[in-house]
Structures are given as C-alpha cells and as structure tokens.
C-alpha cells in the first residue's frame, strides 16, 4: 500500500475544525448522533457500496482522506503500470468536478481596488459626457468609459 499524510497546518486544519458547518446528509439529520459519527457511517457506506458490488469487484484503488483533525492521507493500492493512465485521467476528472462545485474565491485586495477604482474612473468619463460642451471631447470621454469598462471586465476574469 503506498500512503501519503500530510499533518494539520493552519491553513488545512482551520476549516475542519468547524466541521458544523458542512452541509449533512438528510436522513442523518434527525438521529441524535454526534454530527462527526454521522459523517463517518456516511463516508463508510458509500465507500462500502463502491467496495462491495458482486457484479464487479474492484481491482485497484486510489483514495484520498480528510480526517476531523485535518490530516489529509491519500492511498492507493494494486495499481498495475498499465492502469495508472486510467486512474489517473479519472482522478484528474474527480479533481475537475470538486473545483466546479467549490464557491467562487474571494478576490485579493488587489483585484477589488482595480475594480473599484476601475468604476469610478469609467462613472466620471460618463459623468464628464455630459457636463462637457465639445462634441469631439464628448465623444473620446464616452470612448474612454467604454473602453475602461472593458479594461475592467478582462480583469475580473
């Protein structure tokens, strides 16, 4: 068996500590089980189910275990070389559908002063528009809001 754990740090341990806030599984809810007892007879059923199925038995495995303290352990065991581009391409599929389902991150500092400063420029080159009397200088304001909008909007992605 080839195992890897990584000890709790700051940065891993902090979210697991307040394991309360995890969605749970409804019908966990209403036993009056440990909140952490439940998710582990959860996590053991599913993977029992996965284990278990006569009309395939598993042949290999790679997994990966995040335990209340903030360990995290990955595992992996009877990977032939011939399989590993197979697990492998379905890890890296897992790994995909976990980042989709993850909140979007909060933006640095950095990104929302931009933002923010980005705006107020773009809302005085519009106000500027109007309060202006040229119609040449008219136009490169509103050329100039437009294309600070835009400046703005590739930032954000």
Do not use: W
């Amino acid at each position: 068996m080839n195992q890897s754990t990584q000890r709790p740090n700051q940065q891993n341990a902090a979210r697991v500590i307040s394991i309360e806030q995890y969605r749970r599984s409804d019908h966990l809810r209403h036993t009056k089980e440990h909140p952490l007892v439940r998710r582990a007879k959860l996590i053991q059923a599913t993977a029992d189910a996965q284990l278990q199925d006569p009309d395939a038995l598993p042949i290999a495995t790679a997994m990966v275990v995040l335990r209340s303290d903030g360990r995290l352990s990955s595992v992996t065991e009877a990977i032939e070389p011939e399989q590993i581009n197979l697990i492998a391409d379905e890890l890296e599929n897992l790994a995909r559908r976990l980042r989709a389902k993850r909140r979007s991150r909060p933006t640095t500092h950095h990104q929302r002063g931009f933002s923010c400063l980005g705006s107020i420029l773009s809302l005085f080159f519009l106000a500027a528009t109007y309060i202006n009397e040229s119609a040449a200088v008219d136009v490169a304001l509103s050329l100039a809001a437009q294309l600070s909008i835009l400046i703005i909007a590739r930032q954000g992605n």
